[in-house]
């Protein structure tokens, strides 16, 4: 019964059906007609006929799970970074085709259309795409599944320049409505903050503890359905919103406090209003674990409601049932919740209790940074959640009297390290601590990265629990990444390949055997062009700059952060700029550096590089001396919409994170999907990417990492690099001069400060030479057609193992084991 349908076979609605479906809620839902509708009207009706399919599905859908009583994965993330969802939905239904024409017969322009929608932007970048990824997947693969996150009233800020400069503006993607939720209001949820806890005896003289809550805020549940392709399931996710609770207020309002009562509706209304970008300074920041524990304790009890409507008061199921996947430790109080739920709401032992927990959440770390591992003071804690400290300090303690006692009998130093609790001026709550010793399974996001998770960031643990740690390489979902944003690639595809290759990418290897076929390469060629000739007019659109489409297009897209390097990448232009200027003959092919990034508002250093690179675009692009070899663009307001129109039209792929930075990447795998050649470090998954596509197929350079702790234990000097190449030097001092600022030197010194008064943290200097030779060698690559080609189309043959289908596979595999429940 595995016989793949193609979604297109599926539903037998006609053009002409849909023609009148789009115009009827044109008619009764946006209240307009076919004169006057303007094209967000013409969005609204065509996402709500298509819902016609969908939401029936969704039903569907849950009738089946309920029916079989299925296994869940219940997928807790504070971000969902979406995009948009009408191509993609109509991609999945099997209607992209279809709803085309219909529009275009009605003398609408579908893609104009589809450009109104905002992205649904509620996530920061890598974290939240792949959580996005997953439940696309989760969908697809017709596995029982939720996401759980926040309705953020503002997602992730809108990012323009002033003279260079990063600007936010708030986003505000719901201003207009939102035709692919649906409120749920026989779901919301009560949730306790603040207050104290009494500690009190029942009648048999047993002790428990009643926590008096300061405050009752009310979660109310919005569902985005989740289609998966081929659309037999249609998941949902969750995404709670904060509101004033009634029940609380109304005391205040009676007593003839209707300001007062308002006041608290704006403070409870806070919690969802807007999502952090991350920086540093969340740290201590209470609304920020007020969000967290909001949105993990509204769907504890979503989970619990489903389960009793099972298994009523019978609990022994529970860990059957239920598994719970905690996307990094930003909803692992998730754990104390569930402790206090089953104890002092249940009356259950601790040790049951903590039975239940440790069968039921999985944690996934993605990063190794030490700074963005989360801490929160004791003293927050105790003032937001005060019981829920109680059980953290229980669950320490037993820990550390416990196993960590038989394993490391009487070593106060290990102990130290592994308490949830850090003792010093200020005690912290070590949140990565507990999401390990309360979970059954940890993961890393890539080999080496989990690799680096047991033998540097958790060796003690990994000691302990050698079964638990584990790895599960990212993936990205061919859906959204190949068939809808490169339709002219996958239409090329489908005539080689099998039609299910959207689900069974291995399918795609047919085109390995045309890799050197002349015609095959010109065909391939040919649509990469015709993608960088509509980037061109995005690019002209958005920038005015005019860059040629014959020319390389190499680009670098992600979060602005000094470990992901953007500033190697400058440097290195500011050196071939050099060569062009001293040698306006210089060997290399016409060069378009392309940029996509947002930096946290709170970065100093990260907005000091976007403004160096906007500067040296400025100069670079305006100087006639260099014929246009070499173009530099910024692109603003990097997004998921945006990298859909970048991707496909990329030549050169830029990864290249200081060594055992990166725990993964994702926007690697989409690009080397599309045809990007990587220029790489071995770092995240780029290594895997290596081998997958074939070393020959990738450019490798770069200190590994072994070859970072080596150098840092020699201890690393950059000066060394600076004085020993005159080229560097000259570029490094160049920062310094007015050359990109006129008349105001030292504009962009924070640059060349960091990389050598500050000492440059992340090598840059150290990989410059080698990242130097790397280009040169793309640039040789380059100049031979058959050979880039040959390249390309290998790399867009050998990314099956980068479908986050396969991902899905192994956590189900692995950690989940879940079964699929067919939704006829
Ligand atoms: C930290 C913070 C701290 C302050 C408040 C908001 C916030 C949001 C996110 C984070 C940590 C982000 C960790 C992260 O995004 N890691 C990325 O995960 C990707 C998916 O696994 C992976 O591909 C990237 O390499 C990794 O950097």
Sequence with gaps: DNVFVDPKEKFNVTTAELKDMIVKHLHVTQGTDEN???????????????????????????????????????????????????????????????????????????????????????????????????????????????????????????????????????????????????????????????????????????????????????????????????????????????????????????????????????????????????????????????????????SIKDIIRRYKRAHGNDWSKFVDQVVVQLNDTHPVVAIPELMRILMDRVGMEWDQAWDICQGVFAYTNHTLLPEALEKWSVALFEKVLPRHLEIIYEINSRFLNGICEQAFPGDDAVKAKLSIIEEGRQKMVRMGNLAVIGSFKVNGVAQIHSALVKSDLFPEFNQIWQDKFTNVTNGVTPRRWLKSCNPSLSALIDEYADVDWPVNQDKIRAIEDLAEDAKFQKRYMDIKHQNKVELAKVIKELTDIDVDPTALFDIQIKRLHEYKRQQLNLIHIMALYRRLLQNPDY???????????????????????????????????????????????????????????????????????????????????????????????????????????????????????????????????????????????????????????PGKPGELSEVKRSLLDNGDHYLCLADFASYSDAQKKIDQLYKDKKTWAKMAILNTARMAKFNSDRSIQDYVDNIWKLEPAKVS
């Design 36 to 298: 006057k509708a303007n094209e967000k009207a013409w969005f609204n009706a065509t996402a709500a006929a298509i819902n016609e399919v969908i939401f029936e599905r969704v039903t569907k859908t849950q009738k089946t799970h309920f029916g079989q009583d299925t296994r869940a994965v219940h997928y807790l993330s504070l971000e969902f970074l979406m995009g948009r969802l009408l191509k993609n939905n109509l991609c999945n239904i099997g209607l992209m085709e279809k709803a085309s024409e219909a529009l275009s017969e009605l003398n609408q322009d579908f893609n104009a259309i589809a450009e109104e929608e905002p992205d649904l932007a509620l996530g920061n970048g890598g974290l939240g795409r792949l959580a996005a990824c997953f439940i696309d997947s989760l969908a697809t693969l017709q596995l029982p599944a939720i996401g759980y996150g926040i309705h953020y009233e503002h997602g992730l800020f809108h990012q323009t320049f002033q003279n260079g400069r990063q600007v936010e503006r708030p986003d505000s993607w719901r201003e207009y409505g939102n035709p692919w939720e649906i409120c749920r209001p026989e779901s919301v949820q009560e949730i306790p903050v603040y207050g104290y806890v009494e500690t009190k005896y029942d009648d048999e003289g047993k002790m428990v503890k009643e926590w008096h809550p300061g405050r009752i805020i009310k979660g109310v549940p919005w569902d985005v359905p989740i289609v998966g392709y081929g659309a037999n399931t249609v998941n949902v996710l969750r995404l709670w919103e904060s509101r004033a609770s009634d029940f609380f207020n109304w005391d205040v309002f009676n007593a003839g406090g209707y300001l007062d009562s308002q006041v608290e509706n704006v403070q409870a209304e806070t919690i969802s209003k807007v999502l952090y970008p991350n920086d540093e300074t969340a740290q201590g920041k209470e609304l920020r674990l007020i969000q967290q524990y909001f949105f993990c304790a509204c």
């Design 587 to 741: 060997d290399m092919p016409k060069r378009v550096f392309i940029f996509g990034a947002k930096a946290a508002p709170g970065y100093y250093l990260a907005k000091e590089i976007i403004y160096a690179i906007n500067k040296v675009a400025d100069r670079v692009n305006n100087d006639s001396r260099i014929k246009d070899k070499l173009k530099v663009v910024f692109l603003p307001n990097y997004r998921v919409s945006l990298a859909e129109k970048m991707i496909p039209a990329a030549d050169v792929s830029e990864q290249i994170s200081t060594a055992g930075k990166e725990a993964s990447g994702t926007g690697n795998m989409k690009l080397a999907l599309n045809g990007a050649v990587t220029v790489g470090t071995l770092d995240g998954a780029n290594i895997e990417i290596a081998e997958e596509a074939g070393e020959d197929n990738v450019v490798i350079f770069g200190l590994t990492v072994d070859g970072v702790k080596q150098l840092r234990a020699e201890g690393y000097n950059p000066w060394d690099y600076y004085y020993s190449n005159e080229e560097l030097k000259a570029v490094l001092d160049w920062f310094d001069t007015d050359y990109f600022t």
